[in-house]
């Protein structure tokens, strides 16, 4: 049986007010059929940005402090390098339509 080819997204996660954010939309992508991976230990930016390009990850979301002030998420492209800031609260559907 083929498989669905998958690209994978990585939840790279900034402080411990954006750790429940993330739980959450990672939970919401991963139902939807995504495979997304997210960062546990606690890292730098640069450093959970470096194991998304060793984990061939498409696609990296980047949740902090200020993004959620803000109410939005950042989307990274790991392929054109482009970023774009997406609503929170449509994050889901919007990821679909970039990433598809």
Same mark, same amino acid.
């Given at each position: 049986?083929?498989?669905?080819?998958?690209?994978?997204?990585?939840?790279?996660?900034?402080?411990?007010?954006?750790?429940?954010?993330?739980?959450?939309?990672?939970?919401?992508?991963?139902?939807?059929?995504?495979?997304?991976?997210?960062?546990?230990?606690?890292?730098?930016?640069?450093?959970?940005?470096?194991?998304?390009?060793? !984990?061939?990850?498409?696609?990296?979301?980047?949740?902090?402090?200020?993004? $959620?002030?803000?109410?939005?998420?950042?989307?990274k492209?790991?392929?054109?390098?482009?970023?774009?800031?997406?609503?929170l609260?449509?994050?889901?559907?919007q $990821?679909?339509?970039?990433? !598809?």
């Amino acid at each position: 049986i083929p498989q669905k080819e998958t690209n994978l997204i990585y939840t790279a996660v900034l402080g411990d007010n954006a750790r429940q954010v993330a739980f959450n939309l990672v939970s919401l992508l991963r139902s939807r059929g995504y495979q997304v991976e997210t960062d546990f230990m606690r890292r730098s930016l640069k450093a959970q940005m470096r194991d998304a390009g060793k !984990k061939q990850a498409k696609w990296v979301i980047i949740i902090g402090t200020d993004e $959620i002030q803000k109410d939005k998420i950042v989307l990274k492209n790991m392929a054109s390098g482009e970023q774009k800031e997406i609503q929170l609260s449509q994050a889901a559907d919007q $990821i679909e339509a970039v990433t !598809k």
